[in-house]
């Protein structure tokens, strides 16, 4: 990089591959590191190595632990009958927030996406399946995102799981929360019609 | 964090002290660095480190590098009778990048801002002034951010310097290359018009 010093322009380029950071933000975050005191860049540097040492895929439900299996798929008080299918790790804060789903999880790692490159094979599908024939199962959750990829992933999911003869469901889509009909794009609003319910 | 594991929230957190990066960006580096091999997450952390620890400030111009004087004034070809000066270390990069400018450099570290609690005390202005009047300095180019903070830091310094017989100017701020006067603020048409030249 032109001007930089050696060890700056490393830093600068380090920090460019990761994932929406551009040669400016990367600028920006470099400076910041520097300005940081020593102990700062050490503790920075030491969380890198110590999360990428430490975590581990649960061997149940693939979320990211520290310990195998992971604290959710150990608890004896969550319901071990329904498993919710999400794509991410990150997916699992989103539900686990709201601190009313009893059940346990399946990350599935991603979505089916032929244009990037993913198959069901690439997928903890097939895991899932084993789950759902060992144990006794009653309900799977398909929480998969509501975009192309996540719908087509849920679908192809539930035609795997139909002979298994387990409950399988989708997660409602609709209008959210605090939204307004007026910007609900029309698949949004099919999805809240198709999805009425009695009051 | 709400389910994370440990060392994983404790990476969140990390990131999440850096400038611009919020809660959602910090999961998404950090769920980026835990998909890098091994070898890659070692590599940045070691990039932190050794930035960190070699990076030192130029003690004529203040600016980063690695050996005091930097590469700049310690080049014999520059024309160290021009200063330029700069509010941060990455406005020396937008200069070089014209391939233009002969002269050497000097970083202030920022500008003055009250409100943030920046007086000149804390910028490298005695030293700016220790350089002017120690060597035989013709020209000082005020090359500090045409905004409030930098315009007023220009003006402090100019003021310093008149008693000291050397050439000040200020890089002319106007319309960009580019742009168009229909989105020029009132200020900037106002500098454009000011600045005006014969052709």
Avoid: W
Avoid at 76 to 84: A, D, F, G, S
Avoid at 169 to 193: S, Y
């Amino acid at each position: 990089m032109l001007g930089y010093p050696k060890s700056l322009g490393k830093l600068i380029d380090h920090l460019k591959r990761m994932p929406g950071i551009g040669q400016k933000t990367a600028q920006r975050l470099a400076f910041h590191i520097l300005n940081l005191e020593p102990k700062g860049a050490q503790d920075l540097a030491q969380a890198i190595l110590e999360a990428r040492q430490k975590l581990i895929y649960c061997s149940v439900c693939f979320n990211l632990t520290e310990h195998d299996p992971c604290f959710i798929c150990a608890d004896p008080k969550r319901n071990q009958q329904t498993i919710c299918v999400i794509e991410e790790p990150k997916d699992f804060i989103t539900i686990e927030k709201i601190g009313e789903y009893q059940g346990v999880y399946h990350i599935l790692g991603g979505s089916i996406s032929p244009l990037e490159g993913r198959t069901p094979d690439d997928l903890k599908i097939k895991e899932l399946v084993r789950r759902v024939t060992s144990s006794g199962i009653a309900e799977v959750i398909l929480a998969t995102n509501p975009n192309v990829e996540g719908e087509a992933t849920a679908l192809y999911i539930a035609k795997i799981l139909k002979p298994l003869a387990v409950k399988v469901t989708r997660i409602a889509r609709g209008i959210p929360v605090g939204g307004d009909l007026e910007f609900a794009d029309e698949i949004t609003m099919l999805r809240a019609l198709e999805g009425r319910q009695e009051i």
